[in-house]
């Protein structure tokens, strides 16, 4: 919260900045244009040149900080056309409204003054400048959105060599692993069916967590859900398929099986519930919820806590699930963790 109150103060000192010097720069071109006496007629003189200076700046440097950061750039990354475009034009209503009242009724504008102008050359003078305000407000968005996309993509690009260094540094040589694996499952096969299957499923997990997917780390959705089951069932056959599981899946289209997701996001949840979770207590089943449309994904996991002595825990799958989640979808996405004495429940909400 103090990171985000810190980053709209700065945008609106920047605004501020830029557009002091912008009003001084026009108000000494102005000078130099038609002389000092002509201009000091139009702004006023005295203690009236610095209330309408002010107020010109203070004005301009709110109405640029909603243009480009609550309007502009929102447009550009949801492409919420109708929604925005609504809330722009309510937006000029307001700001023509009141620049009406500041001229005619609080500054009470006269025919007689210098720089007059009647109501009519005011909307029309309004109109105008409303659209270069929109598309100066566009420019400087477009602009802001290029470089947030360029860091958000060296993010990335530093995220997934972080986890190729991460699985070089704590993996065991997968082909002697995968070759061991194999050749248990072989010796198992016939004696033990339950313990070949074991060793099969641990297989596929091990080469899913291991697997070099695309560059930004992601996986399609069908994949990740395939491999969250294989977790459970691990699982469910360590502990004689004594674990009370609650599973819930509700896909209503085939395309939301292709959307991609951050590879092993939700397969950590589920294996935090596994290990931080009592897993036999029949009122309090680890539920695990999953929901997806064309639109969106949902994703649920909560379980009751374990009682005794915790498992160690640094919380960086977490973190790591929160940061790739960020940087992948940024207000697109919610991540929830609500906890207290006795429960834990994680939520994702990806809007596709």
Do not use: C
């Amino acid at each position: 919260m103090i990171t985000f109150v810190r980053k709209q103060w700065k945008q609106i000192l920047i605004i501020l900045m830029v557009y002091t010097l912008w009003s001084l720069a026009a108000f000494l071109f102005l000078i130099r244009l038609q002389g000092l006496e002509t201009t000091l007629k139009q702004f006023g003189t005295g203690k009236m040149l610095y209330i309408n200076f002010i107020h010109t700046i203070v004005k301009g440097t709110i109405v640029y900080y909603i243009l480009i950061y609550h309007l502009a750039i929102p447009l550009i990354k949801t492409r919420k056309w109708k929604k925005i475009l609504l809330q722009v034009i309510l937006f000029f209503i307001a700001l023509t409204a009141y620049e009406y009242v500041w001229n005619f009724n609080i500054q009470g504008s006269k025919p007689t003054d210098a720089g007059y102008v009647t109501p009519n050359v005011f909307f029309l003078t309004a109109a105008l400048l409303d659209v270069v305000i929109i598309m100066i407000s566009v420019f400087f968005a477009t602009l802001i959105t290029s470089n947030e996309m360029r860091k958000h993509k060296e993010e990335l690009e530093k995220e997934k060599l972080k986890a190729e260094l991460a699985a070089i540094k704590y993996q065991i040589n997968p082909h002697f692993l995968f070759n061991s694996l194999s050749f248990i499952y072989t010796k198992t096969i016939k004696t033990s069916p339950e313990a070949a299957h074991t060793v099969h499923l641990l297989s596929e997990i091990m080469s899913y967590a291991l697997d070099d997917w695309d560059e930004l780390g992601t996986v399609p959705l069908a994949l990740e859900i395939d491999h969250m089951k294989k977790v459970i069932e691990m699982n469910q056959i360590r502990f004689n398929h004594m674990l009370k599981v609650k599973y819930h899946e509700n896909i209503e289209t085939d395309d939301a099986y292709v959307s991609y997701v951050p590879t092993l996001a939700f397969v950590t949840l589920v294996e935090n519930a596994f290990k931080h979770g009592e897993l036999n207590d029949e009122k309090n089943k680890v539920t695990i919820e999953l929901e997806a449309t064309k639109s969106k994904i949902y994703f649920l996991v909560s379980n009751k806590k374990k009682n005794g002595p915790k498992e160690p825990s640094k919380g960086i799958g977490l973190s790591n699930v929160r940061q790739r989640l960020e940087l992948m979808y940024g207000i697109k996405h919610s991540f929830t963790i609500k906890e207290d004495e006795n429960y834990y429940l994680n939520e994702i909400t990806i809007n596709l």
